[in-house]
């Protein structure tokens, strides 16, 4: 749903991908727990203040329906 370039906070270029679903079965697992300090279900236009900015960006995108946008350059 949009694609994003971005500069991670150590300034190496990177490329966020972001996905929509209809469907979903199952909860979703934290198969990272080293790097990810959870997961969970929230609304799109009330995310929690602690969500990564490159993530809250990108969703603020796709909201509005862009397909593409830059961050942190």
Known sequence: ???MHYRN???RPRIGW???TAHWR???VNAEP???????WHHLRQLPHHTVPY???G???YLTGDTFSV???
């Open 34 to 40: 080293t790097k990810c300090a959870g997961i969970g």
């Open 1 to 3: 749903m949009h694609v």
């Open 71 to 73: 961050h942190g350059w």
């Open 26 to 28: 199952g909860e979703p």
């Open 59 to 61: 969703i603020a995108h």
């Open 9 to 11: 906070p150590e300034g």
């Open 18 to 20: 972001f996905f929509a």
């Open 55 to 57: 993530n809250a960006t």
